[in-house]
Nanobody
């Protein structure tokens, strides 16, 4: 069974930075594609960024140049570095793991609030 645990969310002022972490259990991490998603109040969940098992990255237009996704296979962890945060970035941030057989696992989410 794969488990994902996000951390690093919190309250930050506009223009500030946060780094989210998603630690995973099991031994499938290095073979899996990973993604960060977010869901703001009243909105659908949307892709923020993802990274393939070989390190290829993809970003939503709204975060390009501000957010960076990375992974550490030795620690079974994926990160999301968020800089120049805006109030529109306020949301619950979720981590997703997709196995080579396309099975999906989600974390419980970590809240990010950008406000002065």
């Amino acid at each position: 069974q794969v488990q994902l645990v996000e951390s690093g969310g919190g309250l930050v002022e506009p223009g500030g930075s946060l780094r989210l972490s998603c630690a995973t259990s099991g031994n499938i991490f290095s073979l899996s594609n990973m993604g960060w998603y977010r869901q703001a109040p009243g909105k659908e969940r949307e892709l923020v960024a993802d990274i393939t098992s070989i390190g290829r990255t993809n970003y939503a237009d709204s975060v390009k140049g501000r957010f960076t996704i990375s992974r550490d296979n030795a620690k079974n962890t994926v990160y999301l570095q968020m800089n120049s945060l805006k109030p529109d970035d306020t949301a619950i941030y979720y981590c997703k793991l997709v196995t080579p057989l396309s099975r999906e696992y989600w974390g419980q989410g970590t809240p990010v609030t950008v406000s002065s």
